[in-house]
């Protein structure tokens, strides 16, 4: 039983070194709409990553892409950030350039509403939807304009 223990520690090192396998094949969603609901929702719950889960574009999905990690989610807060809400409606499909796929989504903050398009593309390799790429002109104050602040005293 000794000597096992040394073999199991070897092995167990092994199988840590060894590379994995991309995950790509578990990202993304089965459909353009799922994938917006889904990065809404993780919008929503300030969850990064579920938004990285299905942002990304035919080739990959956008954390295998930009490999500097706090990048990403750099860029995953900012979008979290101007894409708050209270309620989301997505709307009908329809085709876009570059084989994409634009759904014009209302989102409601606190009374107000806005409409954004999000552009979702189909991954090559796993036939999975990612959104791809937001608009953000359409909200760029929109949740900063709704939230009520302290004036400064005088």
Do not use: Y
Request: hydrophobic share 40%.
């Amino acid at each position: 039983m000794r000597r096992m223990l040394p073999l199991a520690m070897v092995l167990l090192l092994v199988l840590v070194g060894c590379p994995r396998p991309s995950t790509s094949a578990l990202l993304g969603a089965a459909t353009s709409e799922m994938a917006i609901m889904d990065f809404l929702g993780a919008t929503r719950a300030q969850d990064v990553q579920g938004v990285s889960d299905v942002w990304g574009n035919a080739e990959a999905p956008t954390r295998e892409l930009i490999k500097d990690r706090e990048e990403v989610e750099r860029r995953i807060l900012i979008m979290m950030r101007v894409l708050c809400h209270d309620e989301s409606a997505i709307g009908a499909a329809q085709a876009a350039d570059g084989g994409r796929t634009e759904h014009k989504v209302d989102l409601t903050f606190q009374g107000r509403k806005v409409t954004v398009p999000f552009f979702t593309v189909r991954n090559r390799n796993t036939g999975r939807w990612f959104v791809e790429d937001i608009d953000l002109r359409a909200v760029r104050d929109f949740c900063s304009g709704a939230r009520t602040t302290t004036p400064p005293r005088s």
